[in-house]
């Protein structure tokens, strides 16, 4: 069927490209002057009938008779002298072309495409799925075929944070049920490239919590382990997460990372209720808002959702990440915090550079700016509002706040 209704279509496409080409090509090889022939033709039948119904005079009949005969002649004289052209060139390569293009289309579907696929209906799409689903690959298997990381150069490090690094590691080693300690050594682990020393620390954060987990705690974990595995969630980061949401079922780093899950074994409609309803809570500066905005409309559409739209941002919503959202973010895994956080900033920063902005958001783009470790644009914007906010220190105020907290004034 597939293939009738292609050939079908195909056909009609071509008639439709080549009809008016071949219905023009007579009209294309007869000379401008046979056309003037027809009209001083048709003038002087016109002529005839005027001085019949006594429209005209018999003299002015005769000297409109002399006037079109002499341009009958030049005509007559011009349509001698024309080449007959004969081909109908255009037509003929009009066609060529189009018969190239739908060869070299089925010898691309032919080398690329799968001919011989049968229809699969929506039930056997679902088994599939499933069957991707329960042939994940393990934690271990999918950490050994992720991409190797390179590993810090202590060489490259500030001395002093190395020495601090050094001193964190031997500390917990003496006392390895010092939460405080271990969550520093998550986080700066982390920050160093060196997922293994975090995620083993993040575990034993979570055995820490004996019984009753806290749900920050699994998701940290989560975090690591599929950051570990190159992105994918494999069946033991899943159980991490289903734990996180027993913990604390409103979680939404955790439901956001289901939706993922979901995703990547080929079953949106799993996803997008999960994605749907994070988007309808918010808050807009929420750090998975912008990756779920950019994708739901396609997910719905995957999901069979056809009538679905999704909602404009509120008018009132500051842009860009604030505090709340880019500590939130820091239980996602690595690529998509990066991504969020830097997309939110992105967004901001060329929104106040083309539109401006209010001095709240010329602060929380300072902020943001500042937490990524970005100084010199942190000062560049804070100069910036300067000039644009001059002579209002009310305006001003919360902009110098943000420079302050940031280190940019002394």
């Known amino acids: 069927m597939f293939w009738i209704l292609s050939a079908a279509l195909t056909l009609i496409v071509g008639l439709v490209i080549l009809l008016p080409a071949w219905r023009g090509r007579g009209a294309a090889d007869r000379p401008v002057a046979a056309y003037d022939l027809g009209v001083y033709r048709d003038q002087l039948r016109e002529v005839d009938r005027d001085l019949e119904r006594g429209v005209i005079g018999a003299e002015d009949a005769q000297r409109l008779r002399a006037e079109i005969g002499r341009k009958v002649l030049d005509a007559d004289k011009r349509l001698s002298a024309a080449a007959p052209t004969g081909t109908h060139g255009g037509a003929w390569v009009a066609s060529a072309v189009l ?51 390179a590993a810090p150069d202590e060489a490259e490090l500030d001395p002093d944070y190395v020495a601090l690094m050094r001193q964190l590691r031997e500390a917990v080693a003496r006392n390895p049920e010092d939460r405080r300690g271990l969550e520093l050594l998550v986080t700066n682990e982390m920050r160093l490239g060196n997922l293994p020393a975090a995620r083993d620390a993040a ?122 959202a880019l500590e939130a973010a820091e239980a996602l895994p690595e690529d998509d915090r990066a991504a969020m956080i830097e997309s939110m900033v992105s967004g901001l920063q060329q929104r106040l550079a083309s539109q401006g902005g209010s001095p709240e958001e010329w602060a929380r783009l300072i902020r943001a700016l500042s937490v990524l470790g970005r100084d010199a644009q942190a000062r560049a914007i804070w100069d910036e509002a300067q000039v644009r906010f001059a002579g209002s220190d009310e305006a001003l105020a919360p902009v110098t706040e943000a420079a302050r907290a940031a280190g940019l004034l002394q």
């Open 99 to 149: 018969v190239a293009l739908l060869a070299g289309a089925f010898a691309l579907y032919w080398r690329e495409g799968v001919p011989g696929a049968p229809d699969m209906p929506i039930a056997e799409r679902f088994a599939a799925a499933d069957a991707a689903y329960r042939a994940r690959p393990s934690q271990a298997e999918a950490e050994a075929a992720a991409p190797a990381r």
């Open 203 to 324: 575990e034993r954060l979570v055995a820490l919590d004996g019984d009753s987990p806290n749900a920050d705690d699994l998701m940290r974990l989560a975090s690591l382990m599929i950051d570990a595995a190159g992105g994918i969630i494999t069946p033991e980061a899943e159980q991490v997460l289903v734990r996180a949401l027993q913990a604390d079922p409103e979680l939404p780093q955790a439901r956001y990372l289901l939706g993922v899950l979901q995703i990547q074994n080929g079953r949106p409609d799993r996803a997008f209720p999960l994605w749907r309803r994070l988007l309808e809570e918010g808050p807009a500066e929420a750090p998975w808002i912008p990756s779920i905005r950019g994708a739901i409309d396609e997910l719905a559409w995957l999901a069979g959702e056809t009538g679905f739209t999704a909602a404009e941002p509120p008018a009132g919503a500051l842009p860009g990440p604030d505090a709340d």
